[in-house]
């Protein structure tokens, strides 16, 4: 059984450009969730997919996208960047009413 | 709306001894509760969890939590400290298993030699 895995694990872009960050779930987890964690901060979270649908946002702009395909991998979208997007970048997959199961993040930096 | 106030943002702590790191939260439905740990560079991991039954519930490394209701609170514990444990900690609330979780601001234990 592999584990919920996110590439890449670092990356720099320039404010106003875009950036898509990948997940790809753990085995048989039909739901996959996106979190901001910014530095010195709690997770925060930025919306969930189930079965290709979005079912749950939270308090992010629009800027901020996502995808869940029929394999359940996920990509987050982050357009326009700004400075305060630095952040790591978490994604977590879970089967229904099970916990969440975390990969070890995307760090973005935005200069 | 859920929230959860971890009450320490550091807590350093000898080798060796006891340890307490306190979480509370308000949620005006029932809850299910996490602690998650997160070491330097990493992503988080689940530490235990508490959705229903037995109060008490205990991880694989000695970590405890006690889910207390009518203090809305889930403090972790452990009886003896090693310097492994040092990390940040993470308490976390949903409705239910499945929808999004509420994280605390975190707690970093330091574990002194």
């Known amino acids: 059984e592999t584990g919920v895995t996110q590439s890449p694990t670092h990356l720099i872009k320039t404010r106003g450009q875009q950036v898509t960050l990948r997940c790809s779930s753990q085995?048989?987890?039909?739901?996959v969730s996106w979190y901001q964690q910014a530095l010195g901060q709690g997770p925060q979270f930025i919306f969930q997919?189930?079965?290709?649908?979005?079912?749950g946002r939270g308090n992010f702009p629009p800027r901020f996208s996502g995808l869940q395909f029929p394999n359940y991998s996920s990509e987050l979208n982050v357009n326009a960047l700004e400075l305060d997007d630095s952040a790591l970048y978490l994604c977590?997959?879970?089967?229904?009413?099970?916990?969440?199961?975390f990969g070890q993040g995307t760090r973005l930096t935005v200069v | 709306a859920q929230s959860v106030t971890q009450l320490d943002s550091q807590v350093p702590v000898f080798e060796e001894a006891p340890v307490e790191l306190r979480c509370n939260y308000s949620?005006?439905?029932?809850?299910?509760l996490f602690w998650y740990v997160q070491y330097p560079n990493q992503g988080l991991q689940l530490l235990l969890k508490y959705l229903s039954g037995s109060t008490l519930v205990k991880s694989i490394n000695g970590f405890e939590a006690e889910f207390n209701k009518s203090q809305t609170s889930f403090h972790l514990r452990k009886p003896s400290v090693h310097i492994s444990d040092t990390a940040e900690y993470f308490c976390?609330?949903?409705?239910?298993?499945?929808?999004?979780?509420?994280f605390g601001k975190g707690t970093r234990l330091s574990v002194i030699a």
């Open positions: 997919y189930y079965r290709e649908e979005e079912n």
């Open positions: 085995s048989g987890h039909n739901t």
């Open positions: 976390a609330v949903s409705e239910t298993g499945n929808t999004p979780l509420v």
């Open positions: 949620s005006s439905v029932s809850v299910y």
């Open positions: 977590a997959s879970s089967w229904v009413n099970t916990e969440a199961f």
